[in-house]
């Protein structure tokens, strides 16, 4: 599977004392190029719990420029990780570039 930044993906999160998983979205923020070279990619998660946090974008389906965001949600730029790309289930949406620039610039307020 073909995997691109801005895209919005399924795939199994582990729980926090690691013993099982639950499919949950996350977005991409690795660049095409590196999509395209590694056999990872680099996600944050979304979570529909909506607070006031540091180092996250809020997003609802008017943010996406394709696919259903079926509830608004919080991406959470402080927990970036990487993944093999071949977990990755399902593609459901892409979001729009000023998204993506907000993630950026919240992930780079961590430094």
């Not at 977005?27 to 944050?44: A, M, P, Q, R, T």
């Not at 979570?47 to 696919?67: A, C, F, M, P, R």
């Not at 259903?68 to 990755?88: A, E, Q, Y």
Request: with cysteine; hydrophobic share 40%.
């Amino acid at each position: 599977m073909i995997i691109n930044q801005k895209e919005i993906v399924l795939l199994p999160f582990p729980f926090s004392n690691l013993e099982g998983t639950r499919v949950r979205p996350a977005l991409v923020v690795s660049n095409d190029e590196l999509n395209k070279k590694s056999e990872d990619c680099i996600i944050v998660p979304l979570t529909t719990v909506i607070k006031e946090e540091l180092y996250s974008v809020v997003i609802n389906q008017e943010d996406l420029s394709s696919g259903r965001l079926l509830k608004s949600s919080r991406i959470r730029t402080d927990k970036i990780f990487s993944v093999k790309k071949d977990l990755v289930t399902m593609k459901i949406g892409v979001v729009n570039d000023d998204v993506l620039e907000k993630v950026k610039k919240e992930i780079q307020n961590m430094f």
